[in-house]
């Protein structure tokens, strides 16, 4: 079974500033997914970023960017320029390829992010 | 701008009663997801549809909680009788089998007294 390992419970960033949030995997899969979810105190899961692991490129998503390492099973969330509306609780989220009955995610236990202004 | 929807938004109730949470997904979509989220377990699934048949509710308690699709606009997720552990946000989200990814609806915040 795959788990999904964020060890740092919380993190704290200056605005304006760049901050990167760790996330582990475990897998024997050699294809999935990889995604950071952002949970605002509104509640919303909010898909930030999304990796294919078949991609050696890492993704990009204007402020977000993540730091994905495969023989590490290390996939990190990088946010450049903090802004005071990326204070939230951040999922990573791991997925396998194949579509059926494992379609699930399977979610580390999120770190929240502090935005001091 | 599609989106999940699920009401209510959110749910007190006392032990012992029946709860129903709804959920509609994206207009098209053909998986729905349901989670639930505790401080002490995170994220779980419950249970999984595609194409409004059940994949996967090996997360679920069988003995009092139910999962349906009556039509493919609407996902039910009930529970009878409810108990104080059942309290949580459960959420619902939808997909495309064959992409990766689900979007998630505001979630169901239940408080069972």
């Known amino acids: ?38 949970q605002p105190p509104s509640r919303q899961m909010i898909l930030v970023i999304r ?4 991609k050696q490129q890492n993704a990009t998503e204007n402020r977000f960017s993540v730091n994905f390492q495969k ?12 802004q005071l509306g990326d204070a939230a609780m951040y999922f990573c989220a791991y997925r396998t390829l194949y579509t059926g009955a ?16 | ?19 129903t949470m709804r959920c509609q997904p994206i207009l098209g979509h053909n998986t729905v997801f349901w989670y639930r989220q505790t401080m002490m377990q995170g994220l779980e699934l419950l249970a999984y549809f595609r194409n409004r048949a059940p994949l996967d509710d090996s997360g679920m308690p069988k003995d009092r909680f139910s999962a349906e699709m009556p039509d493919a606009t609407l996902a039910t997720l009930k529970i ?3 108990e104080p552990r059942d309290s949580a946000v459960y959420f619902c989200a939808s997909g495309f089998s064959g992409t990766d990814t689900q979007y998630f609806g505001p979630g169901t915040r239940l408080t069972v007294l």
């Open chain 2, 80 to 82: 009878q009788p409810s």
């Open chain 1, 1 to 38: 079974a795959q788990t999904v390992t964020q060890s740092q419970p919380e993190m704290s960033v200056q605005e304006a500033e760049t901050v990167t949030l760790s996330c582990t995997y475990d897998t024997s899969e050699s294809d999935y997914y990889l995604f950071w979810y952002k």
């Open chain 2, 1 to 19: 701008d599609a989106r999940v929807t699920q009401t209510p938004r959110d749910k007190v109730t006392e032990m012992g009663q029946e709860v």
């Open chain 1, 71 to 82: 023989a590490a099973k290390s996939f990190s969330l990088k946010i450049s320029d903090s």
């Open chain 1, 51 to 54: 990796q294919e692991a078949y």
């Open chain 1, 102 to 117: 494992n379609s699930k995610l399977t979610f580390g236990k999120g770190i929240t992010l502090s935005v001091r202004p």
